[in-house]
């Protein structure tokens, strides 16, 4: 069966530190992987997606970057971070066929001081 | 552009109470997907259902069922005798054939109390 693995759970970060967080899929090849957002008490906003490796398609233009170095794992990074980074974070794969829903992570919560 | 609304920010019932969560959407797109994710407090999104836009038959599952009508572009959630444990956040998603991602509504808040 397939599986998403995303962490840290939590991170608390200064402003001006860097970012970087995992997610890997198992159990599948060639997935879709989107990372989104969700600002406290608020939806879901898309951040990145991508179809393939070295693939990534920006929702948004915003102090954050992702990258998929591998099939099946999809990392998003930050150089610097700022205040208005802090948030929910969720990976999110699903298979390139239509008819299908996507699985989320558990989730990162940054929160940036 | 795709949209979905939520209407809905916060509903409280007392338990064994039936409920309606709605939501309202846009595309442009002949063809789409609808879906309806919870989220409770731990913070993970738990898939429930997925609709595409050539099957408006409407779904029950145990308690849960969906009515989704094309005409008025609604895809509403109704819990029968709602539980505690039904206490969640509840987002309303659509998705196009190409990119795949999923647009939310704003989630609708519900909180069943004993």
């Known amino acids: 069966s397939q599986t998403i693995h995303q962490w840290p759970a939590t991170l608390v970060q200064p402003v001006g530190s860097p970012l970087s967080l995992e997610c890997t899929v198992e159990g599948t090849s060639n997935p879709n992987l989107y990372w989104y957002r969700q600002a406290a008490g608020r939806g879901l906003q898309l951040l990145f997606y991508?179809?393939?490796?070295?693939?990534i398609s920006s929702e948004v233009p915003q102090n954050l970057s992702a990258s998929r170095p591998q099939d099946r794992q999809f990392i998003l990074s930050s150089k610097k971070l700022l205040l208005s980074d802090s948030g929910f974070y969720l990976c999110?794969?699903?298979?390139?066929?239509?008819?299908?829903?996507?699985?989320f992570g558990q989730g990162t919560r940054l929160t940036v001081v | 552009a795709q949209k979905v609304t939520q209407a809905q920010t916060e509903i409280s019932v007392v338990e064994k109470e039936d409920v309606t969560l709605d939501c309202v959407y846009e595309t442009r797109d002949t063809t789409y997907y609808l879906f309806w994710y919870k989220q409770p407090p731990s913070g993970e999104l738990v898939f429930l259902i997925r609709?595409?836009?050539?099957?408006?038959q409407n779904e029950i599952s145990g308690r849960y069922s969906w009515n989704f009508q094309k005409s008025t572009s609604s895809f509403n959630f109704t819990i029968t005798a709602s539980q505690v444990v039904d206490s969640a956040v509840y987002f309303c998603a659509l998705s196009d054939t190409g990119r795949r991602a999923l647009t939310f509504g704003s989630g609708t808040r519900l909180q069943v109390q004993p």
């Open positions: 991508s179809v393939g490796i070295g693939q």
């Open positions: 999110a794969w699903n298979t390139p066929h239509p008819n299908t829903e996507a699985f």
């Open positions: 609709r595409n836009s050539f099957d408006e």
